[in-house]
């Protein structure tokens, strides 16, 4: 009998070995799963930013149009929203953060026009394109959120055992996050 259990030793610990190695593919698998998970997720968010900012671009290009006869804005500005509009598709997060910047300080030049002219503030149209703007603003806001939150999850897969060993192998670099300003509050006043 004792001679039957030494037989059935070497197949128990290989029996443990096996259970053991699939246990710890599962768990790679898992943890692989997780990243590409993330990874899509933060790419299908950044596409739907890219998409309110090109109808923000939009409506900035309308506005200006609107204003023109106001102030003068040079043709460069209608060329450089046009050029912002058309690098949105392919941006990367560090390209939107200069997009963002560049057309919020855009935008807060059509918004400082509107409050110096009276007129404006009761056209309909611009009031109208202002109005949509904020809910562009609201929505680009929520995206960026979402996107820095998914961001943060993959981020810290990167940097904790045992799955930045994972990203290492992988050879998964981190996310840049999205450092977006706040929403425009108080138009600053510019004078053309």
């Known amino acids: 009998m004792s001679m039957a259990l030494g037989d059935l030793i ?42 309110a900012m090109k109808k923000r ?11 023109k006869s106001y102030a003068a804005f040079e043709r460069e500005t209608f060329e450089k ?11 990367g997060p560090g390209d939107l953060n200069q997009i963002e ?7 807060g030049r059509l918004f400082a026009v ?30 960026r959120y979402t996107y820095n939150n998914i961001s943060q999850q993959y981020n810290t897969l990167c940097d904790v055992i045992p799955s930045n060993i994972i990203a290492r192998i992988l050879g998964l670099s981190k996310l840049q996050y999205l450092e977006f300003e706040e929403a425009i509050q108080t138009p600053p006043k ?3």
């Open 10 to 51: 070497p197949w128990i610990i290989i029996g443990i070995l096996i259970v053991i190695a699939v246990g710890l593919v599962l768990y790679f698998v898992g943890i692989y799963n997780r990243f590409f998970s993330l990874k899509n997720s933060s790419e299908a968010t950044l596409g739907q930013i890219r998409v």
């Open 101 to 107: 910047r560049e057309s919020r300080s855009l935008l």
């Open 114 to 143: 509107a409050e110096n002219y009276p007129d404006l503030k009761t056209n309909s149209t611009v009031m109208t394109l202002m109005d949509s703007v904020r809910g562009v603003e609201d929505e680009i806001a929520r995206q």
């Open 190 to 192: 510019i004078a053309f």
């Open 57 to 67: 671009l939009d409506m900035i290009e309308q506005l200006l149009g609107a204003v």
């Open 81 to 91: 929203v046009t050029a912002m509009r058309a690098s949105v598709g392919s941006a």
